[in-house]
């Protein structure tokens, strides 16, 4: 999932001061800064569990059988550790700018890790290829949040109901082998995704407006909306690669 206010009430786009501000600036540069090194971290771990040999067999394993790639125990536990991690963040209604930095770090780390599946399943070349088009689709799409003088709180808190469909859209996949819905989903979690990117960063604008200045709140909201915007462009990267991979297997 992808939609995190720790505390914070839902912006008013209507009394926000809009003009360029020097704060503003410095602290969307920060949340941008966090997405990037979280995506560079992620790479590289990616990278070491798809391609290491030793690493990539405590994480995944190949039926010999059939040639089906599934996760080991311990990949299962990594793979969905994020989940677990992201849920307990419902139940916590205010939190310190170290603990929101730890649960961002680790997050990214997991993700990173269990990542590493898509280096057996596609080229490199599809990989970089698809990245490329990611960063691009998302600075115009993250561009378009940011400029833009309409409030999309309606259209994120659709785009958000719509995230749990593709969510159980996928589980019934697990039970139903289906190349059209498999097609379905991937489609529809581009424009998911592409939506709630321009939403989020907008969000993550007024949310700066409403702190006043707070540093501790700033710091904390720094680590939720790059971690908000980090998962956009996963999910993104994820879905584009369906339709960009050269897979291998």
């Known amino acids: ?4 206010n720790r505390g914070f009430t839902r912006p008013t786009p209507a009394v926000a001061d809009m003009g360029v501000d020097a704060g503003l600036r410095a602290f969307m540069l920060g949340v941008y800064n966090k997405v990037g090194l979280g995506l560079v ?4 771990l990616a990278w070491v569990t798809g391609n290491y040999l030793p690493v990539q067999q405590l994480l995944f394993t190949v039926d010999t059988t059939t040639g089906r790639l599934s ?6 536990v ?3 550790a994020p989940l677990g991690i992201l ?8 939190t310190s700018p170290r603990a929101a930095a730890i649960t961002y770090w680790a997050i990214v780390s997991l993700i990173g890790a269990s990542l590493g599946m898509l280096f057996i399943i596609y080229s490199n ?5 698809t990245f490329l088009v990611t960063a691009a689709a998302f600075g115009g799409l993250s561009l378009v949040g940011y400029t833009t003088k309409r409030d999309l709180t309606g259209m994120g808190s659709f785009l958000i109901m719509g995230l749990w469909g593709l969510i159980f859209a996928s589980l019934a996949m697990f039970f139903f082998q289906s190349p059209a819905l498999n097609f379905l989903i991937n489609l529809i979690g581009v424009g998911i995704f592409a939506g709630l990117t321009a939403f989020h960063t907008q969000r993550t604008k007024m949310t700066y407006y409403q702190l006043g200045g707070d540093q501790a709140a700033m710091s904390v909201a ?4 790059a971690l908000s915007l980090y998962l956009d462009f996963i999910n993104l990267f994820r879905f584009l ?3 960009m991979g050269g897979a291998r297997r």
């Open 1 to 4: 999932m992808s939609d995190f």
């Open 41 to 44: 971290l992620s790479a590289a």
């Open 71 to 76: 996760y080991t125990i311990l990949g299962m």
């Open 78 to 80: 990594v793979a969905f």
């Open 87 to 94: 849920l307990s963040q419902m139940f916590i209604r205010k």
């Open 125 to 129: 070349v599809s990989i970089f290829q």
């Open 222 to 225: 720094t680590s939720y909306g």
């Open 241 to 243: 690669l369906y339709f």
